[in-house]
């Protein structure tokens, strides 16, 4: 069964520095998101992206914060620079279109000191 | 995006039949149902959706009854492996797609 890959499985950063979180969507899918869940809280909507371009990004995602397809099967999220706050699960998710399911990666849990 | 309400906890025992039900007073004609299910330090992952009536699949059943202010996720002969947050979400994805998790029922099967 397919299923949606997220790299690395661990990160541990210094405040302030830019990190870089990998995602490799379902192959035939087109439209992919972030999530976060801080531990022990709710998954929060980051952002979707379809068509090479920003769908929706919640409040969360603000300008340390960018997403990138740079080739046909890798889905990134930068964090540009860090803060202890971003210390949480990140998600990746994917789907054939906005109102079919998502499916999501196994997350990266970041952790800034 | 329609907002649900869900026990914050549920207890069964293996083998038992699991109702875990979901109000949604404020659900939209386009609206579908949703529940997803979360392991610790896993990503949610989807296990029923529905409209109206009875979905079924080889997870779990959703029950709609016909003014759909409430949804029901039955889990038959749960084991200890189904102890999980489960989720019930409900929009029509909208041109956005985003799906908004409330805290879930966190259920815990014990022998």
């Known amino acids: 069964e397919p299923e949606v890959t997220q790299t690395p499985s661990h990160q541990v950063t210094q405040m302030g520095q830019e990190v870089i979180l990998r995602c490799v969507p379902i192959s035939n899918h087109l439209y992919f998101y972030w999530y976060r869940q801080i531990l022990g809280q709710k998954v929060e909507f980051l952002v979707s992206f379809y068509n090479n371009e920003i769908s929706e990004k919640s409040e969360i995602f603000d300008d340390q914060f960018s997403v990138e397809r740079p080739d046909g099967s890798n889905f990134t999220l930068k964090i540009r620079s860090t803060k202890l706050e971003d210390s949480a699960m990140y998600f990746c998710a994917s789907s054939d279109s906005f109102q079919e399911t998502q499916y999501f990666g196994p997350g990266t849990r970041l952790l800034v000191l | 995006l329609a907002k649900t309400t869900q026990p914050i906890s549920m207890d069964s025992y293996e083998g038992q039949e699991v109702n875990i039900t979901c109000s949604h007073n404020n659900i939209a004609t386009n609206d579908y149902i949703t529940w997803y299910q979360q392991f610790p330090s896993q990503g949610p992952r989807f296990i029923i959706q529905?409209?109206?009536t009875k979905v079924t699949n080889e997870v779990a059943s959703l029950f709609i009854p016909a003014d759909r202010k409430s949804s029901t996720l039955s889990l038959p002969r749960v084991s200890l492996s189904d102890t999980a947050v489960y989720y019930c979400l409900v929009g029509d994805g909208g041109s956005q797609g985003n799906l908004i998790f409330g805290k879930g029922t966190k259920l815990s099967v014990k022998p």
């Open positions: 529905g409209y109206k």
